[in-house]
């Protein structure tokens, strides 16, 4: 068609400024997560990212990592993937098959959660934790339960 731009971005890189920006809203100073649920559609369906609970006065709470539980951030935070799943207002089943941008290769915990929720990919930016425990037995869990992952780059 003549005069149509034809150089607009991708659906992915479109998802993962999304979820880009979600992490923006982080008060984490260490690791800021953002993640975007997006169907098979392009639609977005939800947004999360790494956060204490909202009745939860942030203020109030430690953002630094200590070895008593009590006083280390981990303790308090949700995670980027858990809350975009908390977030959304649909029903659970919409989400099946439904791809998760995350920019930071999701945790055990979370990867549990995303399979639960029946998320089929998992598109993701960084994996700053890569060979980690952790990172391993994600990926276990993700290749166990058919979900698949891959890494985009988005430039700056
Ligand atoms: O799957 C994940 C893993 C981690 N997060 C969040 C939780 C924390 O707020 C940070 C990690 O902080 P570090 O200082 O790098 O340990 O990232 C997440 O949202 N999703
Ligand atoms: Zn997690």
Redesign the pocket.
């Known amino acids: 068609m003549p005069g149509k731009r034809t150089d607009v971005i991708s659906w992915d890189e479109f998802f993962m400024r999304v979820a880009m920006a979600a992490a923006m809203r982080?008060k984490?100073p260490?690791?800021q997560?953002g993640a975007c649920i997006a169907d098979a559609n392009h639609r977005i369906l939800s947004v999360g990212y790494?956060g204490t609970p909202s009745a939860l006065n942030d203020d109030e709470f430690p953002w630094e990592?200590a070895d008593d539980p009590l006083l280390d951030?981990?303790s308090y935070?949700i995670?980027?993937?858990a809350n975009a799943i908390l977030n959304y207002r649909g029903s659970n089943k919409d989400l099946q098959g439904a791809t998760v941008y995350v920019t930071?290769f999701?945790?055990h915990e979370?990867a549990k959660t995303l399979v639960q929720a029946g998320i089929g990919e998992v598109v993701y930016l960084g994996d700053k934790y890569e060979g980690t425990q952790d990172n391993l037995i994600s990926k276990r869990i993700l290749d166990t339960c058919g979900v698949t992952y891959r890494q985009v780059t988005v430039a700056d």
């Open positions: 982080s984490d260490n690791t997560v790494n990592t951030k981990h935070v995670h980027a993937e930071l999701p945790c979370c």
